[in-house]
């Protein structure tokens, strides 16, 4: 059983950033732990996933130059850079965990609640 935290959303100006953290309870090492978004009115989304054994991030291409994903294995958590924010940043930022890298919401097991990140112009 894998449990998940996210912290750190908040509202910030267009240009700005936030740093996003997922702690975890549970064996994670052989995970591969994804950063998904939900934009009002929107499916949920793949951002970032990273390996928690070997590393290997990879993003989807809207936010590759400006986000970076990156972990702290001795913390178990994952942390979600976030720079050169833009309104259409604007979501409800969940943590995830899933064995085997994937970019799809359903191969993921594990959710976090989810943290709220509001991008104003």
């Known amino acids: 059983q894998v449990r998940l935290v996210e912290s750190g959303g908040g509202l910030v100006q267009a240009g700005g950033s936030l740093r996003l953290s997922c702690g975890a309870s549970g064996r994670t090492f052989s995970y591969t732990m994804g950063w998904f978004r939900q934009p009002p009115g929107q499916e949920r989304e793949f951002v970032a996933a990273i390996r928690m054994d070997i590393g290997s991030p990879y993003y989807t291409d809207s936010v590759k130059v400006r986000f970076t994903i990156s972990r702290d294995n001795a913390k178990n958590t994952v942390y979600l850079q976030m720079n050169s924010l833009k309104p259409e940043d604007t979501a409800v930022y969940y943590c995830?965990?899933?064995?085997?890298?994937?970019?799809?919401?359903?191969?993921?097991?594990?959710w976090g609640r989810g943290t709220q990140v509001t991008v104003s112009s």
């Open positions: 995830a965990a899933a064995y085997g890298s994937n970019r799809r919401v359903s191969a993921y097991d594990y």
